[in-house]
C-alpha cells in the first residue's frame, strides 16, 4: 500500500528514470517508481513526475496514457524529456522529429516561473533527445529557453509542467534545486527514512520466503554483504554461499571469507575456478561471456544448496535498468547483468528470486548497511563486477590474463590507498587491454601486452567522470607494473566518461 503524499514517478523508459527516484529521495522525500501503464494503481500521490524514454511521440507503439486520469489525481505534475513532448501533444500542440538528436550540454534561459526560482542564468542543463516542440497549444507558456531561442520548458496551466532536459543527471549543473522547486509546488510531502525503508523491506523478506529455504550468493562486496546481513537479520531460512569463480582479485577469496566470519554470518565456500575457466574458453563475445557466467552461477549455486527454494540476490537498480530485465521495462538494453540473465527471469516469473535492493542505489545500500552494523572498511569497497575480472579482460579469458591482470590491479589499488586517493574514487581498476605493442626490456625488443588503468566518479553507476589522479601516483603505478608485472610493456590512462563508454570494459 502506498502512502499518502509520496512522489509517483511514471516510467517511460529513460536509462535515467531510477535517477529521478533517487534525487527525490536525497530531497527527504518518500518517491516510488511505476511503469506508465500502471497509473491507475498510483493511490494519493502528492506529485507525479512523468520521465523520458527512448521512444518517439509518433512512433505507433510510442508509451500513452489516459490524460483524464492523471488530470484526476489533482497534484502537481512535471513532465521530463519524453514527459514534456507528451504534455504538449496532449493539451493540443504538436511535436515532430529533429534531423540531429540533441545529446550533450546546453544553456537555460529562464523567463521568470517558481520552478526556476534561484537558477542562474544560463544554467547548464543536460540534453537527450531526437523530437522537439514545434507548435505550442494554446495552455501552454514558455518559461525557459535555450541559448538559440528554442522553446526547452513549458507551463501549461497551473499544475502542469515540462522541462526538455534531464535535471536527475549530474552534468545538468542545477537540476537538483528545478526538481526541489517543482515539489515545493506541493503539499506536504511523505518523507524518505532510510530506517523506515529497511523495516520496510525486513517485512517483506520475512512475508515472501515464510519457511521457505534461501540461497544467498555472496561475493564480498558491498550489495551481497548488505544482504546477506539483511536477510540474517530477518531472520530467515537462509544459505549464504561463497563462489570462488577464479575471476577474483588478488587474495580476495581469504579478504571475503575473514570479513564475514567478522561480521557472524555463516557461509559456505565452493571453488569452482575449474568450472568457470572452462565456459569460457574461446569465448570472446562480452555478452554471451556475461551470459555464461550468469547461467553457471545458478549452477553452481543450484549444485551447493541442493533443493533450495529461493534465490537471494543483491541486485540493484542499475543491474535492472541497463538489462532492460523488467518484464514491462521500455527501457534500451545497454548490457546483461550477470544476474539477469534469461534463467534468472524464469525464476523470477515462478516467485523463486528475492531481490529486496533492487530499487536502490549504490550509496543508498551504504546506508543501510551502516543501519545495520557492517563496519566501514567493507562499505566503502569499491564495487566489482559480478563477471569479476571477465570484464576487464576483453577477448578470451585464460589464467595468465588473469593473473596479469591481478598484479597490476593490487599494484594501482595500492598506490591509491597509500596516497589517500582509495576513498575519494568511486572505483577504480587496472585491465589487459588485448593489444601487443613493441617495447624494449633489459635492452632488448619486447612485444607484450598493454594495461589500462581507470580510475572514475560517480553517484549511482548510471553516470560517471574520470579522475584526475596525480601525476606521481599514475608514474608510480606504472613503473610498479612496468617493473614487476610480467608479459606487460605499457601503462595508458582512460579518460572516458559515461556516457558515452561504460564503466567497465565489457
Not at 526538481?179 to 509546488?185: G, P, S, V
Request: with cysteine; net charge negative.
Amino acid at each position: 500500500m502506498n502512502p499518502d503524499n509520496y512522489v509517483a514517478v511514471l516510467d517511460f523508459g529513460s536509462q535515467y528514470t531510477q535517477l529521478i527516484v533517487r534525487r527525490v529521495r536525497e530531497l527527504g522525500f518518500l518517491a516510488r517508481l511505476y511503469p506508465y501503464d500502471e497509473m491507475a494503481d498510483l493511490g494519493s500521490p502528492g506529485a507525479i513526475i512523468l520521465s523520458g524514454g527512448p521512444k518517439s511521440t509518433s512512433d505507433p507503439d510510442a508509451p500513452d496514457y489516459d490524460m483524464d486520469l492523471l488530470d484526476s489525481y489533482n497534484v502537481p505534475v512535471l513532465g521530463v524529456c519524453y514527459g514534456m513532448q507528451s504534455l504538449n501533444k496532449k493539451f493540443g500542440g504538436t511535436v515532430e522529429a529533429c534531423d540531429k538528436r540533441e545529446y550533450g550540454p546546453a544553456e537555460l534561459v529562464t523567463e521568470g516561473s517558481a520552478l526556476y526560482e534561484g537558477i542562474s542564468q544560463n544554467s547548464q542543463v543536460w540534453m537527450s533527445h531526437s523530437d522537439t516542440v514545434r507548435e505550442l497549444p494554446e495552455a501552454a507558456t514558455v518559461i525557459a529557453r535555450n541559448a538559440s531561442g528554442t522553446p526547452v520548458s513549458l507551463q501549461f496551466n497551473e499544475r502542469y509542467y515540462g522541462i526538455q532536459f534531464h535535471p536527475e543527471v549530474t552534468h545538468s549543473h542545477e537540476g537538483t534545486q528545478i526538481l526541489h522547486n517543482f515539489l515545493k509546488l506541493a503539499d506536504e510531502l511523505a518523507p524518505f527514512v532510510i530506517e523506515d525503508f529497511k523495516n520496510e523491506m525486513v517485512k517483506k523478506i520475512q512475508d515472501f520466503v515464510g519457511d521457505k529455504q534461501v540461497v544467498c550468493g555472496v561475493s564480498g562486496g558491498v550489495d551481497s554483504t548488505v544482504l546477506a546481513v539483511l536477510l540474517h537479520e530477518a531472520g530467515v531460512n537462509m544459505r549464504a554461499v561463497f563462489v570462488n569463480n577464479g575471476l577474483l582479485r588478488k587474495n580476495e577469496a581469504e579478504e571475503v571469507v575473514a570479513n564475514f566470519k567478522e561480521l557472524g554470518v555463516p557461509i559456505e565456500e565452493v571453488d569452482a575456478t575449474e568450472r568457470f575457466l572452462g565456459v569460457l574458453k574461446d569465448q570472446t563475445d562480452p555478452e554471451k561471456k556475461r551470459k555464461a557466467i550468469g547461467n553457471l552461477f545458478l549452477d553452481v549455486f543450484w549444485d551447493a544448496v541442493g533443493d533450495a527454494e529461493i534465490l537471494a540476490q543483491g541486485t540493484l537498480y542499475p543491474d535492472v535498468i541497463e538489462s532492460a530485465s523488467n518484464a514491462k521495462s521500455k527501457a534500451s538494453v545497454i548490457k546483461t547483468h550477470h544476474n539477469r540473465v534469461a534463467r534468472v527471469l524464469e525464476l523470477q516469473e515462478q516467485g523463486r528470486v528475492l531481490e529486496p535492493l533492487d530499487e536502490l542505489f549504490k550509496d543508498e545500500v551504504r546506508e543501510l548497511g551502516v543501519l545495520l552494523g557492517i563496519k566501514h572498511d567493507i562499505l566503502m569497497r569499491h564495487p566489482f563486477p559480478g563477471p569479476g575480472l571477465s570484464v576487464r579482460c576483453p577477448g578470451e579469458v585464460t589464467e595468465e590474463k588473469l593473473e596479469t591482470i591481478r598484479e597490476g590491479d593490487a599494484i594501482f589499488i595500492g598506490k591509491l590507498k597509500e596516497y589517500g586517493w582509495y576513498d575519494k574514487v568511486w572505483q577504480a581498476y587496472a585491465c589487459l587491454i588485448p593489444v601487443k605493442t613493441v617495447g624494449v626490456k633489459g635492452d632488448e625488443r619486447c612485444y607484450e601486452w598493454a594495461m589500462g588503468l581507470r580510475a572514475i566518479v560517480s553517484e549511482d553507476a548510471m553516470t560517471a567522470d574520470w579522475v584526475e589522479l596525480p601525476p606521481k601516483l599514475l608514474r608510480e603505478v606504472s613503473n610498479g607494473i612496468l617493473n614487476s608485472v610480467p608479459r606487460v610493456n605499457r601503462v595508458l590512462y582512460d579518460i572516458s566518461t559515461k556516457p558515452p563508454a561504460s564503466i567497465e570494459w565489457e
